[in-house]
Structure formats: structure tokens, C-alpha cells
């Protein structure tokens, strides 16, 4: 079995952790904050590392997962990169940006140390049940490679391209998943101040052409009840759709509606602060327009 390397323990790296550990792969994690670090090493039964680099000395497999490409390559340039053995596998599981991507992909190269950037979708529930997509860019060996590891927390696995291809897919899914935040956010506030329940719009559009996760689960789960739960951070969508408007800008796309919502998530940000999760968007809208979705 390939041995594994889990550098990130963050909300979503903790439970994709966890399940390689229960898959039998033989681990080691760091994580920036040591104290988190200790906790969950002790927690799932693991050797502690002091550092990034006693972490990855072994590994055949660096599974990684920053808040951002720009945190990745910093760890990497601190030290990582020499450490990591010639023939290792980076697995980054951030949803990060593609030309950061590449530019990591060819500094590892040149070490003889394949790079896959291979974001993830579904959520900190779908990483607990192993359920989560994970979108691969990189060479098909390579994914082929690492797939063992990669079926510890994923269950849609798909190529969608040479490195830098998986970013730029997830960066646009995360465009779509604000819209529709921000969209049924608004249709929601408006039919609530005009009088309509939102339990019995949603009912409606659940069965109808306007439905989408966000209608489907988020605000049945989350908002309805009042409930906001913290798993995914608002700063991090910011993040998302900012790639995502910056790949239509860089391939001379018009995106107006990207754009806008990129801006929308940066104010929501401003507004709310950087532990606010993601679905906390819609208290903006409820603050503009005066009226509360419950
Ligand atoms: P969190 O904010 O919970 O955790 C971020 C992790 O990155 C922490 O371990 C943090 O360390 C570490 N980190 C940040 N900056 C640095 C740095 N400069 N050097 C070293 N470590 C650093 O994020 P999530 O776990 O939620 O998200 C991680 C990635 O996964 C993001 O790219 C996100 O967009 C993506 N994602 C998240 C999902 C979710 O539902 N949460 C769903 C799908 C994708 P420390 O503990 O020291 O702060």
C-alpha cells in the first residue's frame, strides 16, 4: 500500500484524513497549527510530525489541502519540496488556482515528482461518508497511480485535463454554487416580504425548473431553521469565484454574471468576516432587504 502523507487538517482535510487512516494506508499528517495537529494525531491513532518535512519524508503520496494554491507553494518552497522522495506523488486536494498549478507541477518535474491538482466536491459530509467528486487534473498515469488513495474519500472520480484543468473546473462549479447561494437568497427574501412562506416556495421550486443544491439542501438544512452551520467558509468561495472570473477574464470570455458574483462574495466577506461559512450570504441579503427566509 502506498504510504501517505496528509498535510492540512482543516474542516474538509480532517475527515478525508481520517478515512485514509480507516482504509489502512500508513499515514502521517502536519498541519501549520500544531496544537490542531496533536489533537487529531492522538484522536485517529497516528505518529505525530514535528514538521511538514518529517511528515513527507517517506511518503509515496503527498495529500495536501491549504486554503488557497498560494499557501501550497509556500509550504513547498519552505522546505517541502526538498524533502518529498524522487518518484512521490503531490496530491493537491485545494481548490486552488491553475496557473499556480502549473507553475508547482513544473518546479516538482524537474525532481521527478508528479504533481495532480485534484480538488474536491461534496462538502465535509461527503468527505466523512466517502462520497466526495474529485476533479483530476494532471497525467492519466499518474491519477491512475494515486487512484487507490483517491477512492479513501472520493467516489466520482473524473480526468478533466493536464494539470491546472481539475482547478479550473472546480474554481467554475464554485461560480455556479454562489449564483444559485445569491439567486434563490433573493427570489427567497422577495417571496418572504411579499407575503408567500418560504417553506412553501421552496416546496415549489424544489419541484420545478429553479431548483438547485442550494434550494434542495442548503436552505432547506441550513436556513430555514436558522441553523448557518460553519463548514465551509465564506472567504473560500470568495476565493473560488475570484479563479473563476479570473479564467474568463485570462480567455477573454464575457462573464458579467461571474464577475458580479465574485464581487458579491468579496463584500459578503468585508461584511461578515473570515469565519463566516458560505451560506451566512444570505443574512446579507436578508439585512439589504429587511426581511428574514424562515
Ligand atoms: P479551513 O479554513 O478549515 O482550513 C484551512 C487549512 O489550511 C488549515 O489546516 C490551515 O492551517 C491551512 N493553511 C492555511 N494557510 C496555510 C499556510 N499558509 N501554510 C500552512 N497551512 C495553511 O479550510 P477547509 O478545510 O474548509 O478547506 C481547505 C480547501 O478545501 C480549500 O481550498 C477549500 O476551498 C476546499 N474545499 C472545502 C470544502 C468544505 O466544505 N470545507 C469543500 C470543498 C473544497 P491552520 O490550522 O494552521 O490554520
Do not use: Y
Given at each position: 500500500?502506498?504510504?501517505?502523507?496528509?498535510l492540512?487538517?482543516?474542516?474538509?482535510?480532517?475527515?478525508?484524513?481520517?478515512?485514509?487512516?480507516?482504509?489502512?494506508?500508513?499515514?502521517?499528517?502536519?498541519?501549520?497549527?500544531?496544537?490542531?495537529?496533536?489533537?487529531?494525531?492522538?484522536?485517529i491513532?497516528?505518529?505525530?510530525?514535528?514538521?511538514?518535512r518529517?511528515?513527507?519524508?517517506?511518503?509515496?503520496?503527498?495529500a495536501?489541502?491549504?486554503?488557497?494554491?498560494?499557501?501550497?507553494?509556500?509550504?513547498?518552497?519552505?522546505?517541502?519540496?526538498?524533502?518529498?522522495k524522487?518518484?512521490?506523488?503531490?496530491?493537491?486536494?485545494?481548490?486552488?488556482?491553475?496557473a499556480?498549478?502549473?507553475?508547482?507541477?513544473?518546479?516538482?518535474?524537474?525532481?521527478?515528482?508528479?504533481?495532480?491538482?485534484?480538488?474536491?466536491?461534496?462538502?465535509?459530509?461527503?468527505?466523512?461518508?466517502?462520497?466526495?467528486?474529485?476533479?483530476?487534473?494532471?497525467?492519466?498515469?499518474?491519477?491512475?497511480?494515486?487512484?487507490?488513495?483517491?477512492?479513501?474519500?472520493?467516489?466520482?472520480?473524473?480526468?478533466?485535463?493536464?494539470?491546472?484543468?481539475?482547478?479550473?473546473?472546480?474554481?467554475?462549479?464554485?461560480?455556479l454554487?454562489?449564483?444559485?447561494?445569491?439567486?434563490?437568497?433573493?427570489v427567497?427574501?422577495?417571496l418572504?416580504?411579499?407575503?408567500?412562506?418560504?417553506?412553501?416556495?421552496?416546496?415549489?421550486?424544489?419541484?420545478?425548473?429553479?431548483?438547485s443544491?442550494?434550494?434542495?439542501?442548503?436552505?432547506?438544512?441550513?436556513?430555514?431553521?436558522?441553523?448557518?452551520?460553519?463548514?465551509?467558509?465564506?472567504?473560500?468561495?470568495?476565493?473560488?469565484?475570484?479563479?473563476?472570473?479570473?479564467?474568463?477574464?485570462?480567455?477573454?470570455?464575457?462573464?458579467p454574471?461571474?464577475?458580479?458574483?465574485a464581487?458579491?462574495?468579496?463584500?459578503?466577506?468585508?461584511?461578515?468576516?473570515?469565519?463566516?461559512?458560505?451560506?451566512?450570504?444570505?443574512?446579507?441579503?436578508?439585512?439589504?432587504?429587511?426581511?428574514?427566509?424562515?
Amino acid at each position: 500500500m502506498q504510504s501517505v502523507a496528509f498535510l492540512g487538517l482543516g474542516s474538509i482535510g480532517r475527515p478525508m484524513a481520517r478515512r485514509l487512516k480507516a482504509a489502512g494506508f500508513p499515514l502521517t499528517v502536519w498541519n501549520r497549527t500544531a496544537e490542531r495537529a496533536t489533537v487529531f494525531a492522538n484522536e485517529i491513532g497516528v505518529p505525530l510530525s514535528r514538521s511538514a518535512r518529517d511528515a513527507i519524508k517517506d511518503a509515496d503520496v503527498v495529500a495536501i489541502c491549504l486554503s488557497t494554491s498560494a499557501d501550497v507553494e509556500q509550504v513547498l518552497n519552505a522546505g517541502a519540496i526538498v524533502g518529498i522522495k524522487s518518484g512521490a506523488t503531490v496530491l493537491d486536494l485545494t481548490s486552488g488556482d491553475p496557473a499556480t498549478s502549473k507553475r508547482m507541477a513544473a518546479a516538482l518535474a524537474t525532481k521527478k515528482i508528479a504533481f495532480i491538482d485534484a480538488p474536491v466536491s461534496g462538502g465535509v459530509k461527503g468527505a466523512e461518508a466517502g462520497t466526495l467528486t474529485v476533479m483530476c487534473g494532471g497525467d492519466a498515469k499518474d491519477i491512475e497511480r494515486v487512484r487507490p488513495v483517491i477512492e479513501a474519500f472520493g467516489k466520482t472520480i473524473v480526468h478533466c485535463g493536464p494539470v491546472g484543468s481539475g482547478d479550473a473546473v472546480k474554481a467554475m462549479n464554485q461560480a455556479l454554487l454562489a449564483l444559485t447561494i445569491w439567486g434563490t437568497g433573493e427570489v427567497l427574501v422577495a417571496l418572504a416580504k411579499s407575503g408567500v412562506s418560504p417553506r412553501v416556495a421552496l416546496e415549489v421550486i424544489n419541484a420545478s425548473s429553479g431548483r438547485s443544491n442550494a434550494s434542495m439542501n442548503l436552505f432547506p438544512e441550513r436556513v430555514l431553521n436558522r441553523s448557518f452551520p460553519r463548514t465551509f467558509r465564506l472567504a473560500l468561495m470568495d476565493k473560488d469565484a475570484r479563479i473563476a472570473a479570473q479564467i474568463a477574464r485570462d480567455e477573454h470570455v464575457p462573464a458579467p454574471l461571474t464577475q458580479l458574483v465574485a464581487d458579491l462574495c468579496s463584500a459578503a466577506r468585508m461584511e461578515l468576516g473570515e469565519e463566516a461559512d458560505h451560506v451566512e450570504t444570505v443574512q446579507v441579503i436578508e439585512r439589504w432587504a429587511g426581511a428574514q427566509i424562515k
